[in-house]
């Protein structure tokens, strides 16, 4: 059965890094587009970042532009979000998300959704 777990969620203060990770089993994220996404509290969830299959050119929301990195280990089979300068305001459940699409999307394109994770920045 395919699945995604993401992981790596803790309480931060406002400033610190966090390194979330999302792991697949079941299938090979080579094949796959990733995105990042996140649900706050009383919030719609949104695309944060994703990385393509083929090239990995990745891509970022505005608001997180500098501060957060996308990065993928086909060997290990997983994607990483590095967070940097973290704000009260990066507080969601983060979630990634794999797709057979070709260039990847902040939009929901996606086939599987991992379980998410929970990032808590606050001093």
């Known amino acids: 059965q395919a699945q995604l777990v993401a992981s790596g969620g803790a309480l931060v203060q406002p400033g610190g890094s966090l390194r979330l990770s999302c792991v697949a089993s079941?299938?090979?994220?080579?094949?796959?587009?990733i995105g990042w996404f996140r649900q706050a509290p009383g919030k719609e969830r949104e695309g944060v970042s994703c990385?393509?299959?083929?090239?990995?050119?990745?891509y970022y929301k505005d608001s997180v532009k500098g501060r957060f990195t996308t990065s993928r280990d086909n060997a290990k089979n997983m994607v990483y979000l590095q967070m940097n300068s973290l704000k009260p305001e990066d507080t969601a459940i983060y979630y990634c998300?794999?797709?057979?699409?070709?260039?990847?999307?902040?939009?929901?394109?996606?086939?599987?959704w991992g379980r998410g994770t929970q990032v808590t920045v606050s001093s």
């Open positions: 990385i393509n299959r083929d090239d990995s050119t990745t």
């Open positions: 079941g299938f090979t994220l080579d094949y796959y587009a």
């Open positions: 998300a794999a797709g057979g699409i070709n260039t990847c999307s902040l939009h929901n394109e996606y086939e599987y």
